[in-house]
């Protein structure tokens, strides 16, 4: 099975998308990742859904990247004596580490780190920013507010503190137990939520080693400031526009996202837009049109792919919400203006061999109309320096290794197959040209480009060429 897109759709599974039946509707309707959100689900669960999709995957015969989603530090205030308050603006409201519930007046803050970085004049927001509190003072023990919005509260609701950076762990202790399990399974990706500095990820990478792949999510404006260098340590990167969008001013996200894309641009990193893309459908067969507008952005803008994330996993229409996303990054790819946009986002090559070849490998795929850019892949650094290209034809990434073909699910452009190891370069043109042929890229007498390194099998070694002729097969 082959996509006619290059962009990538991730797609949450949940209640709504449980069972087999579902699960195989969603890849055949163009899911090409899916993401498994620890926030939410037992470990049963999970593995339920790992088991499913595993067998969906030999069923189709394509490789399915599993995405485990971290919770992360999430912040929350305690519960309240009634369940509920209602906070007027101007009001004082404290927040303090009595466990005791909550009143009108105050509540419990479980968080005693929080109390060490907070000071007079800073902002905390509660309930998705439902709520604005202005920091009056903190003494170590309660941190006493002045209510700028009124709004109700009711227990348990999230804490975002967008004016400071957090001196906790991008891992919890459940966050630890969930990535040991998700190990155990095998799934492809990591994914971490709230990272605040490239140390969040190391943390985390010496934790996974090379058993998974590490995407960050990027949650909090602290993150911003050391963008560059948390790009470098991560796999791939999301843009998370829930909390980011909580503790950002809403007209500077669109900005922060395209300025994130760019440096995952060029640091050839993949990228993912996510939330609140199709958050309409959740209830609705149809998005609406400003949606269709988003996520169609973040295709002409180059995006690596794009998630759903409540839309499949409890709405009431999950395959509807995959099948019209597909819809519509197709329709973009179509559009000539896409090609121009991406030409013009062009990056230049870094000073590296694997760069030089993959930049050599776009023009000369342009000026002889090669229908297919054939990648031989260990580790999947060939792919993704290839993906960084964003050539005219499609990549097609041919490694020995199924984890390598499922981690590359993820990357624009990349369609995954599985082969024996290679030898020579002889053996290496007889088998792209067959695997080109078989699965429906070329045709005899078409023109195919194949990039590799030499030795064979040893990573990070892009240093070959070579041009080939479908020939009859």
């Not at 290059?6 to 890849?27: C, E, N, R, Y």
């Not at 920013?129 to 919005?149: A, H, P, Y």
């Not at 409890?314 to 896409?338: K, W």
């Not at 020995?400 to 369609?415: E, N, Q």
């Amino acid at each position: 099975m082959r996509r006619q897109r290059k962009a990538k759709i991730v797609a949450t599974l949940g209640p709504a998308s449980a069972d087999q039946s579902t699960i195989q509707a969603l890849f055949e309707a163009g899911a090409d990742v899916f993401r498994f959100n620890f926030s939410h689900g037992s470990h049963a669960d999970h593995q339920q859904r790992y088991e499913i999709v595993r067998a969906v995957e030999k069923a189709v015969g394509r490789p399915i990247a599993i995405l485990a989603d971290l919770q992360g530090p999430k912040l929350r205030i305690g519960q309240f004596a009634d369940g509920k308050i209602e906070l007027h603006a101007g009001q004082e409201f404290t927040l303090d580490r009595d466990t005791t519930p909550g009143s009108s007046q105050r509540v419990c803050l479980p968080h005693p780190e929080l109390f060490e970085v907070i000071a007079g004049g800073q902002a905390l927001l509660l309930d998705d920013g439902k709520v604005r509190l202005e920091v009056q003072s903190c003494d170590g023990q309660s941190i006493r507010t002045r209510v700028v919005n009124s709004g109700t509260l009711s227990d348990r609701k999230g804490v975002n503190v967008p004016d400071a950076v957090l001196p906790i762990p991008a891992l919890t202790e459940k966050d630890k137990r969930d990535l040991k399990f998700a190990l155990e399974l095998g799934v492809d990706w990591i994914a971490l939520s709230f990272v605040q500095r490239p140390e969040d990820v190391l943390e985390a990478r010496a934790l996974i080693g090379d058993r998974a792949s590490i995407l960050s999510k990027l949650e909090k404006p602290a993150a911003l400031e050391q963008l560059d260098a948390i790009v470098q340590v991560s796999d791939a990167i999301m843009v998370a526009r829930g909390d980011l969008g909580v503790e950002l001013p809403p007209e500077r996200v669109p900005g922060v996202q395209k300025r994130i894309l760019r440096v995952c641009r060029q640091h050839g990193k993949p990228i993912v837009i996510a939330t609140q893309m199709l958050e309409s459908m959740i209830t609705s067969p149809v998005p609406t049109r400003a949606e269709a507008s988003d996520v169609a952005s973040a295709i002409y803008d180059g995006a690596d792919a794009v998630m759903l994330s409540a839309e499949s996993a409890s709405g009431a229409y999950p395959l509807p919400a995959v099948s019209i996303m597909d819809r519509i990054i197709t329709e973009v790819e179509r559009d000539p203006l896409y090609q121009n946009m991406l030409d013009a986002q062009h990056e230049t090559p870094l000073p590296n061999r694997g760069d030089a070849i993959c930049s050599a490998l776009r023009d000369v795929t342009r000026i002889i109309g090669a229908k297919v850019t054939v990648t031989y892949t260990s580790s999947g650094h060939t792919s993704l320096r290839a993906a960084r290209e964003r050539p005219m034809a499609p990549i097609l990434s041919i490694t020995p290794k199924l984890a390598t073909a499922r981690r590359l699910a993820l990357v624009w452009g990349v369609h995954s197959t599985i082969s024996e190891q290679v030898h020579n370069e002889s053996e290496m043109v007889t088998a792209a040209c067959q695997t080109a042929f078989k699965e429906g890229f070329a045709k005899v007498g078409d023109q195919i480009a194949i990039t590799a390194g030499m030795p064979f099998g040893q990573p990070g070694s892009t240093n070959l060429l070579r041009l080939a002729e479908i020939w009859a097969q």
